[in-house]
């Protein structure tokens, strides 16, 4: 292959892993089962829609209505969202009714009267065949000792239970008949029992129909093969299945939110066609540490996004180390209508060489164009920009069918995209990568603070840290973090800091270079010190060598690591039409492979390709498709007609955008976008403009962007904030709302977070009031952004907030934007 990737790290003195793909060794149709979560939603919005459909979520986990082991997440309640974002089944589970962790044993009799109710609810629901009743959670240790070493406790104790599974199971079945149900769900995977529960729920005829266990440690990426091999050897013993299997837990908090350690998992589950569900360690409503706030997207959602673009078949993957834990693991796809192939993998530092097997000449022709893209981790509530690409490459076939994809200075915590579609003539532009580096705060010069270690292979419920360490405990009035760094040329860098506040408010460091006049940087709450995010801050550097120091300011803010990064230009990014997501029947046209590489996705009427599209901050953006003909895009509820190649000028908000693309007849390339989010053309509105009634009332906060904010809004139809804004057009805005909120409901067991969500009616004018969902930000002093989309009159428009039932979030500040600008 004509060219290699920019080194991220020094080469593997021991050469390159290889890690082969063979074509040919189809594993069956893309199942994306492996992309679920436990608690992943916790209120209708929140995730938000942009950022939940792209995923096509197979299954989630959520409790019973109204059950009170956590404060939100409940399943009818989310299911609204869910099935409008196209998601597939929901789980419920039924324990989750209690209040208590471990469940409180208040014997069969108190349990079946809620199963009863349970039931009710969700048989009663239009979607009622879309549920799937987990009537016991880890029953080998609440409730009943499945596991123990003394054969006849285990005897009683399973008996015991096998009894109270029949009981319940056909309490279900009375009231739903239809039902869908799985279980047992134990902790881990254990045969003993399986094997005794297999032959009794058969003889009883009370076989679930899902079967389903955890995978809750390091050892999982292991074993977990293994544990499905002898699974699916019971079945064959006892004489049932082959069923359906979901590991609705999985991963540890090490894993959750890191691309490298979620491809692990995702991979062997894939190959197996099971489904499978991440863990619920922290809070609810961001899929896992795969969200930030509700709608912007961190490393570990990016691969989930590609995860979800996976099409056709899996094929057989073989990895230079099988079921070995934290080693570079893969899947790969082919799909023959479109003519794709695509690998994804991580897990693994170094140089790596990818060799594709079985590369059809009636498929891909004598040459493929290899587009290469990384998704690194960001932390759990990081933003990550559109991932990299790293590489658009064009190569010939090998006479045996192979092409070889060189992989080099690969980031352990990362995981890389590799496609390859077929060459045609031209050239692909070259990928645009500035110089970047990465140091680590425990390897910097530390004062007055700590060096702890994080989540490992031997602690792995730590949370995630790049290095598996960070600095801590700089909470002296001398504490800092001196970084050494070297940059090439004079100019302006984006610096990364990736970071904890445990402060429980804003808090601020001192940034200084060599000694210099410091800068304030703020670093917005995190859930917990080791929660880590992201803080983006712009650095003037001449060339040469520099001492970056990070000291204590107003309170205390544990660091992991830094990042340098050129600023090369605007911010852009190249969306390519056919990794796009689809409607209709578009066809794939690779006769040329100029501009991006993928070729052209061919639109006519009824066709669409929907682009998901990032913005690091709300406002306008220049985007352009490249177009052989006139495009319409929609985006917000707006439409716009495009020509080609012509710019256009879109509102966008902080994260995830979905934009569709349809054409009567149109050969899309991509869509082009770039810009920081200019605010020139926005309307803004402070909280001292609002009108406020009903007991709501300006507070002053140095937090807030005027000084003050409404609070004591809602909780009464009579509470409300009017805004007046003016509008220059008539149109399609985005109206942008900076909001705060700290609600909580202590459920008496700190195993999560219990945060919970506000809501507010908006009414622009006389129109009909619009529910809007408004996620815990951590603190009352951190202003996160809501955007709805609303229609304005040109001229004096009211907008007014409201909440009848239960208090509003406190509000800072609204921004309007008309969605298609000029």
Known sequence: MAGTLPAAGPASAAGPQRLTVDLAASEGPVMLGANGALYGLSDDGVPSDAVLEPLKITSISQKPEGGAQHPNGDALTVSTSF??????????????????????????????????????????????????????NEPDFIWYKLNGSDQAEYEAERDRFFEHWKTVYHRIRAIDPDATIAGPNETGYYPRFLRDFL????????????????????????????HYDNYRALEREVGIGPLKINIDEYANRRDLSVPGQLVQ????????????????????????????????PNGGWWFFRWYAGMTGDTVKVTPPQP???????????????????????????????????????????????????????????????????LARTKVKVADDGSVTVPLRGLHKMSAYRIVLTPGGSGTPSPASVPWSASYEA??????????????????????????????????????????????????????AILYGNQSGRPATQRLSVDGGEPATVTYPSTENWTYRAKKDVPLRLAAGTHVLTLAKGDAEVTLDRIDLTARTGEPSASYEATLADIGGRPAYDYSSSAGVGTGALVLRAGDRAVFDVYAPRDGYYTVVPRASAPVRLALHGETVQAAPGRPLRLFLETGNNRVTVTAPHSSVRSLDVRGDGSATGTLSYEAATAALTGGAKLVPSAHAS????????????????????????SGRYLLVVHYAHNDRRDNGHAYNTDIVSRTADITVGAGAPRKATFKNTWSWDDYWTVAVPVDLRKGPNTVTFGNASAWAPNIDRIELGRVVGH
């Open 199 to 226: 032959t009794f729920a058969k003889r009883e005829n009370v076989l679930p129909q899902i079967m389903t266990w955890h995978e809750l440690s390091s050892g999982s990426l292991r074993d977990f093969q293994g």
């Open 442 to 495: 425990e390897d910097a010069a530390v004062t007055d603070g700590k060096v702890y270690t994080q989540g490992t292979v031997a602690n792995a419920n730590g949370y995630a840290a790049s290095g598996t360490k960070d600095v801590g405990s700089l909470n002296q009035t001398g504490s800092k973090v001196d970084f050494t760094v070297t940059v090439p040329q004079d100019g302006t860098y984006d610096l």
């Open 323 to 389: 079921n070995t834990i934290d080693t570079l693991q893969g899947l790969a796809s082919l799909d023959t209508s479109r003519r794709q192939a695509q690998v994804l993998l991580g897990g693994s530092a170094g140089d790596s060489d990818v060799v594709v097997r079985n590369v059809s000449r009636p498929v891909f022709g004598r040459t493929v164009t290899a587009t290469v893209a990384e998704a690194a981790w960001s932390g759990y509530e990081g933003q990550h920009a559109t991932p990299r690409v």
């Open 265 to 296: 998992w995702v991979s062997m589950f894939e190959r197996n066609k099971v489904y499978a569900n991440q863990a619920y360690w922290d809070a609810a409503g961001n899929m896992d540490g795969n969200v930030v706030r509700s709608n912007i």
């Open 706 to 729: 005027g000084g003050s904010y409404i609070g004591d809004l809602g909780n009464s139809a009579a509470s409300t904030a009017e805004f007046t804004v003016d509008a220059p057009r």
């Open 83 to 136: 099935f409008r974002n196209g998601g597939g089944e929901i789980n419920v589970m039924m324990q989750d009714v209690y209040a208590k962790w471990p469940y409180e044993n208040l014997g069969i009799d108190d349990y079946l009267p809620k199963v009863d109710k349970i039931v009710k609810e969700v048989s009663a629901d239009p979607n009622s065949d879309r549920f799937v009743y987990i009537p016991f």
